[in-house]
């Protein structure tokens, strides 16, 4: 397995509203058929937020989530992530709920408290379809809270269930948390460590920061753990070809970067998830499939899910 190179997609999250781009999945429709069409383009994984159909808002109940996870278990093969990050303004008991109704096979887990600052968008985005989606962006107010308590709830309430974890790092003391919950024996290996690069209130972007970060990570879990990035923005695709070069995975998708290009909207996830392939198979690398994928990553399988 070590020229698989694992391609998760992130099809649309909660930082990005939907007057920002026309192909930001809002629907329940629009997120399975993204989700389905990104696997197909060569994603073992998707990561899945649910969003209000008609406002786009962040939506973490499990009612928003339940119609487009029953059609993408159906026609994908692809591993299934449902997010416990949510979004900033939300509860733990909140964002814990969907995972723990449909016990995925993956769920992703934030390791730590930081600012959370996405009022830069607005000097990018003038206008707005809904008046909730200004308000949201420019609030600069945002901690969002993963406190030592709140890691160790969602932890335990999917102790039962199977599900792994993807472990979300955004910046050096996030990894270090991470090592504090391994030593108590609170999370199992292989880790799944997914290091977030250019968010601000998070660890920069620069080559250095991604360096920095996989060194840490080396020295802390040594070979117990998986390794891949998310870049936001612009930063996308030159660190996931960091990543790939250096034996890791990669993470792509609408929720962590709008673009394909300078000036240019993705038009799909699908387009990101190729866009990623080209860059690992032009390294001599091949992508993982999702039964790769959940060797790699010691899943438990998709029939063990409530999904």
């Given at each position: ?95 814990v709920k969907p995972a ?119 020295r802390l879990f040594g070979?117990?753990?998986?390794w891949s990035v998310l ?77």
């Amino acid at each position: 397995m070590a020229k698989k190179v694992i391609i998760t997609c992130a099809v649309t999250g909660a930082i990005h509203t939907p007057s920002m781009s026309p192909h930001l999945p809002i629907t329940a429709e629009e997120i399975a058929d993204a989700a389905i069409g990104a696997a197909e383009a060569g994603a073992a994984v998707v990561h899945l937020h649910a969003r209000h159909p008609k406002t786009g808002q962040p939506d973490q109940t499990p009612e928003g989530f339940a119609p487009f996870l029953k059609v993408i278990k159906q026609r994908s093969n692809c591993v299934i992530n449902i997010t416990t990050g949510g979004a900033p303004t939300m509860t733990v008991e909140e964002r814990v709920k969907p995972a723990a109704t449909f016990k995925p096979e993956v769920a992703s887990l934030n390791m730590g408290s930081m600012n959370f600052g996405l009022f830069g968008m607005l000097n990018r985005f003038k206008e707005f379809k809904h008046e909730w989606e200004p308000q949201y962006l420019g609030n600069k107010d945002i901690i969002f809270r993963n406190s030592f308590k709140d890691i160790e709830y969602i932890l335990t309430t999917l102790a039962e269930s199977g599900t792994r974890f993807e472990f979300e790092c955004y910046d050096t003391a996030h990894l270090y948390n991470l090592a504090h919950f391994l030593d108590r024996g609170i999370v199992k290996t292989p880790l799944f460590v997914q290091t977030v690069f250019g968010l601000l209130g998070g660890i920069g972007a620069h080559p250095d920061d991604v360096m920095h970060m996989k060194r840490t990570a080396d020295r802390l879990f040594g070979d117990q753990y998986r390794w891949s990035v998310l870049g936001a923005g612009k930063n996308q695709l030159p660190i996931a070809a960091m990543s790939a070069a250096m034996g890791g995975h990669v993470r792509v998708g609408l929720e962590d970067s709008l673009w394909a290009g300078p000036g240019k909207l993705a038009e799909s996830n699908a387009q990101q998830v190729k866009l990623a392939r080209q860059i690992i198979e032009g390294l001599g690398l091949e992508i993982a499939t999702p039964d790769e994928a959940r060797d790699i990553l010691a899943l438990k399988g998709g029939d063990k899910t409530a999904i």
